[in-house]
């Protein structure tokens, strides 16, 4: 078992903790509807992703019910 040969000092163990940070998520503008939205997320607005609609949204529902019909 592998034991360290002397004491890991305060400076040390301090900025090797220091790389802990968080980052920001990668807000881009979704293609379809040019809201803001996550990358590599379906887009909460339109729900398309990719270039395809992925989810039918409720406010979509009718939109393609009179499509339908025409």
Do not use: F
């Amino acid at each position: 078992m592998a034991v360290p040969k002397s004491k890991t000092s305060k400076a040390r163990k301090r900025s090797r903790a220091a790389n802990w940070k968080i980052s920001s998520p990668a807000i881009v503008e979704c293609p379809h509807c040019h809201e803001p939205k996550l990358a590599h997320r379906v887009c909460k607005k339109c729900g398309y992703y990719d270039g395809k609609q992925v989810l039918v949204l409720e406010k979509n529902k009718g939109q393609e019910k009179q499509n339908a019909a025409k």
